[in-house]
Each structure stands twice: as structure tokens, then as C-alpha cells.
């Protein structure tokens, strides 16, 4: 990048200074060599300049130092390059590098010096792992969808699992202690979904996505809340309000006194009717039996007069 600068330079006219021994140009390659993060960064931009330095001071022998000039507007112009350069880089590594914007990301990238991959380690912009709280509403009997999913969880280096727990009660009531969480399931997916929810499954989900060391990377929270299904209405039973107590004027009130001879009446009828029709149904036999036997003797006179 730097070998391009200076060609592009080497293109611009007339000059005040020389590249190879201005100090603001220096200055600048100083602090360019100064912004590597490492030592051995540095030393390799190093390296890069004085290499530049050197072809740029064979190509400007060769035209008898002519070319050799550079004017203001070209350092502004490497000014201004660095800059894009920067932001594009600033814009690489939140966006692209490090795309976690909480929780700790471990990814294996290029190292652009040595060409060798290497283990970067983004850490959390807001230095925790517990990063999401979601409220999630069921009814009693539905079905509630916790998913925890991020799409840089794709990146992290090595076997990962995300690991359900839940701590029982309403969601929010108290604060809750590691203690309070009794384990759910560990799955290589991110989702799970709860069937056939009763109001007693409420509570606060957790979700962490570790490695087999058990270090968290991520972590969410889900608040379930199970609403109950409304009881079916039913059509109330209307009663008859009780008569007072000692209303013997009223000719529906019973009472023992009234009672007792009810009964023996009733019984007393019941008797007198079944011997009645007994009665009559002994006298209806009767007669029935008396008319037939003279029937019969009626037929035995005429019989014996025929044969006379």
C-alpha cells in the first residue's frame, strides 16, 4: 500500500520538499509505524518504509533527483487515505471481525503479518455474558418456542452446547440465585419448545451456549408466564327462598302434627280401596260362574228331550 502512495506521489508536480527528506513525511511514516498494536508489528512497517525509502531514492537518482520532489497536497492526500483506511478497518471489525455485540466470541482468523491463523478472542462490549431478557406469554395447554440463537454463535471455535435450565415461580417475583435453577436438556439446537403447558410451568428459562469446558459464551433469559384458560359458564340454579320459621297460617308449611294423620288418612284409604275391589271382584266371579252353570243345565234338558 505504502509502494502505491509513492508512486502516486512520484506523479505530482513541482515541489517544495523532497519525500526522502521532509519532516513532516517522516513524521508521518513514524506515527504510521507507531500505530501497530505489537512490537514485531512495528518492526515489519518499519521494514516497509525503509524499503520505500530506498526504491523511491534509486528512481529519483536515476532522473538526477527531479522527481524526487513532493508538494503539500500529497501529504494530505496520504492523510486522508489513512483515514479511509481507518474507518473501513473500525467498520471490519465490529461488523465483520466482531460481530458480538454481548456475550464472548472465539474464532480462529489470519493473521495478515505472519499469513498464519491464529486465536482472536472479541470480548463482550458491555463485559458480561448474560446478555437478553425475553418476556414470553402461553396459555395453559399451548405451546411456548425459546430460542436463544445469534447468528455469530456460527463462528466460535470448537464444540459448542446450549444448555436449558429453569427456576420455577412467577417470572420477576424475587432474584434468583444459581442454586434456584434445576437443569432442562442440552442440545446442539438452539430452540426447544415447551407442549402442553400447565400454569405450575411458569418461570424463568435460562439459556447458555458453552463449550465442553463448561465456559459461557452467551447467555439469555426467558420470562414464561402461563396465562389460566377461563372456566366454562354455567347456567345457575335458581332456589326458592325458605319460608319463615312459625308460619302455621300458611297451608304449604309442614309440620310433624299435620303429618301423622295425612299418612294414617291416606293408608286408612289405601285399605279400604283394596278390600272394596276385592269385593267386587269376588261378586263379578260369582255371578260369572252362576250363569254358566245354567247355561249348562239348559243344554242337558234339551239333550234328553231329543232323545225322548
Excluded at 523532497?18 to 501497530?36: G, M, N, P, T, W
Excluded at 536515476?62 to 473500525?90: C, N, P, W, Y
Amino acid at each position: 500500500m505504502l509502494l502505491m502512495l509513492v508512486s502516486l506521489l512520484c506523479c505530482v508536480p513541482a515541489a517544495k520538499a523532497c519525500l526522502q527528506c521532509d519532516r513532516k513525511i517522516r513524521l508521518l511514516h513514524e506515527d504510521f509505524i507507531l500505530s501497530a498494536s505489537t512490537v514485531d508489528n512495528q518492526i515489519e512497517l518499519k521494514k516497509i518504509c525503509d524499503h520505500a525509502y530506498v526504491t523511491y531514492k534509486e528512481t529519483s537518482q536515476e532522473r538526477k533527483g527531479v522527481i524526487g520532489s513532493v508538494t503539500f497536497e500529497a501529504i494530505q492526500i496520504m492523510e486522508k487515505g489513512r483515514k479511509i483506511l481507518e474507518k473501513h478497518l473500525d467498520t471490519f471489525i465490529r461488523d465483520g471481525l466482531c460481530p458480538n455485540k454481548c456475550g464472548i466470541l472465539k474464532r480462529r482468523v489470519m493473521d495478515c503479518f505472519s499469513c498464519r491463523y491464529r486465536i482472536y478472542i472479541c470480548p463482550s462490549p458491555s463485559g458480561q455474558q448474560d446478555c437478553s431478557e425475553y418476556p414470553v406469554l402461553a396459555e395453559e395447554g399451548g405451546q411456548a418456542l425459546l430460542n436463544c440463537f445469534l447468528p455469530w454463535h456460527r463462528l466460535l471455535l470448537g464444540k459448542t452446547e446450549y444448555h436449558y435450565s429453569w427456576a420455577p415461580g412467577e417470572p420477576g417475583a424475587k432474584k434468583l440465585n444459581e442454586s434456584d435453577f434445576s437443569a432442562l436438556v442440552v442440545t446442539d439446537d438452539s430452540s426447544v419448545v415447551l407442549n402442553q403447558l400447565h400454569v405450575d410451568e411458569q418461570g424463568t428459562y435460562r439459556c447458555s451456549l458453552q463449550n465442553r469446558n463448561g465456559i459461557v459464551f452467551y447467555r439469555a433469559t426467558f420470562l414464561l408466564t402461563v396465562a389460566p384458560v377461563p372456566d366454562q359458564t354455567h347456567r345457575p340454579v335458581i332456589t326458592l327462598p325458605p319460608l319463615p320459621h312459625g308460619d302455621d297460617q300458611s297451608p304449604f308449611q309442614p309440620t310433624e302434627a299435620l303429618l301423622v294423620p295425612v299418612i294414617a288418612m291416606v293408608t286408612a284409604l289405601s285399605l279400604a280401596a283394596s278390600v272394596g275391589i276385592t269385593a267386587v271382584l269376588g261378586l263379578v266371579i260369582s255371578q260369572m260362574r252362576a250363569a254358566g252353570e245354567l247355561h249348562r243345565r239348559g243344554k242337558e234338558g234339551k239333550a234328553k228331550q231329543n232323545t225322548v
